[in-house]
């Protein structure tokens, strides 16, 4: 790292980074309706919020700098590799780029993702035959989409923990599971008795284990 570089105050890598990852989840998710627009704002907004503290104003060091020096006093907090808290605080301080927190991101925000896309290609065929989605990580979730959302926005904390994230994270979650309901609601309307039987096999966000395990074993 040169340490030359400003650490901070690079408010052309928080627009570039925000827009590139927004843009990134608009590709995977296809907003339609008004509730899926509320889901991808509320989204948008907290990584601009991450993004901000990331390569802007590092509020969350500044808040913290007086407890951090004084527990971790070989560590030079206001140095952009020490935004990664998790690593720092755990001794992982040679390359935090390669530390099992780092890593343990990566692969929540790619599950994210990777489940965000899924869903909507299951839901989108669904919709165009007016058919229940239940297909693909419809059969283990009822809310796959919001579960990506969840995923990835956890990844997110991992990788660069923030005052401002960590309280946001809870009320995403919040607000999701409320659309969740809103959603269901629609959809028992429209699906009746087939939505009840469904809902009762099919957990809303945390799938079943024996059902993970039982399509492992059938696959193999």
Known sequence: MNDAAPAYGLWSLV????AIFILFAYTF????????????????????????EMYGFPLTIYFLSGWLQSRFPDVDWFSHDAGHLLEMM?????????????????????????????????????????RLATA???????HPQYLGFILVMLGFLVQWPTILTLAMFPILTIMYVKLARDEERAVRAEFG???????????????????????QSSDS
């Open 29 to 52: 998710f296809k907003p339609q309706t008004p509730r899926d627009w509320r889901s991808f704002g509320a989204f948008s907004a907290f990584l601009v919020a991450l993004f901000v």
């Open 193 to 215: 008795e087939g939505y009840d039987k469904y809902a009762a096999e099919v957990p809303a966000f945390i799938p079943k284990i024996g059902r993970l395990l039982r399509t």
């Open 90 to 130: 755990f001794g992982w301080k040679t390359n935090p780029h390669a530390g099992p927190f780092h890593i343990l991101s990566f692969v929540l925000i790619g599950a994210g993702f990777v489940l965000i896309s899924t869903a909507w290609t299951v839901l989108y065929d669904a919709q165009r035959t007016r």
């Open 15 to 18: 627009i570039v980074n925000s």
């Open 136 to 142: 693909g990580p419809y059969g283990y979730v009822r």
